[in-house]
């Protein structure tokens, strides 16, 4: 078994999860068919420890409730954690690919190191959220006026109306910041950057990779209304597999093969 330190992760160790040697500082762009494989390598990171994987996020889903359950701050903090616990996330995907192993810890060595890098893409993650939910608010409360001096069908059909819009503006305004996101604690935790170059970088990587990210995100959603099924039990398995096909898509567009 290999000497690797699940919890250090030099960019030489990387490397040679990705099978390559250089780092593509950038990203670079791939093939369109690339996300089904993003999908199909989060799955055989998965296959390796199922029972594993299903325990880390049972884990994570608790530690969320009870951190959501602190008076005036919990969700809040839960926002801001969420960063540190995927962090962790990359590593244990980098530790399974690289020496065969993920263990329960991995989850917390977001809190271990690169933590205040960390902690700082969750307020900046969470600053965004708010301003994406300012407008949706301006437009929805518009709407509930417009409904109550009306006091009528028209009126509650004018309230539908500036509803569906505020979704469909936090939608649109959604898509940057997940890109932004995406591959962030990836490049927190294996490379060194710092927060707001690693949402840059993020976001470029799949600004560059935006055709092979819509097929991606269109299969997710097949999966998703697929797992939600069996009384949303299968995102037992999905949600393990998408936390781990973003470790494939950062391999893949990072790293030349």
């Not at 409360?141 to 819009?165: N, P, Y």
């Amino acid at each position: 078994m290999s000497e690797i330190n699940p919890y250090k992760p030099p960019e030489s160790q990387a490397a040679a999860a990705a099978g390559a040697s250089d780092f593509i500082a950038d990203g670079r762009a791939v093939d369109s068919g690339r996300g089904w494989e993003w999908i199909a390598s989060g799955w055989e990171l998965f296959k390796k420890q199922p029972g594993t994987w299903i325990l880390l996020l049972i884990v994570l889903l608790v530690c969320s409730i009870l951190i959501s359950l602190v008076p005036l701050i919990g969700g809040l903090a839960n926002m801001l954690l969420l960063q540190v616990f995927m962090g962790g996330v990359m590593l244990g995907c980098r530790a399974l690919d690289v020496d065969g192993s993920l263990e329960l810890g991995h989850l917390f060595a977001g809190f271990k190191q690169n933590t205040s890098d960390l902690v700082v893409l969750g307020v900046l993650a969470l600053v965004a959220w708010v301003i994406i939910i300012i407008p949706a608010l301006v437009i929805v409360g518009g709407g509930s006026f417009m409904a109550m001096m009306r006091g009528d069908a028209m009126g509650m059909a004018a309230f539908g109306m500036t509803f569906v819009l505020a979704m469909l503006v936090v939608l649109a305004l959604s898509i940057p910041v997940y890109m932004a996101l995406w591959f962030a604690p990836s490049l927190i935790v294996f490379h060194g950057l710092k927060p707001v170059a690693a949402m840059k970088t993020s976001f470029f990587a799949c600004l560059k990779n935006i055709v092979p990210f819509l097929l991606y995100g269109v299969i997710l959603l097949v999966l998703s209304l697929v797992a939600a099924i069996p009384l949303g039990l299968g995102f037992l398995v999905l949600a393990p597999v998408i936390m781990a096909s973003i470790y494939a898509a950062y391999r893949d567009i990072f790293f030349a093969g």
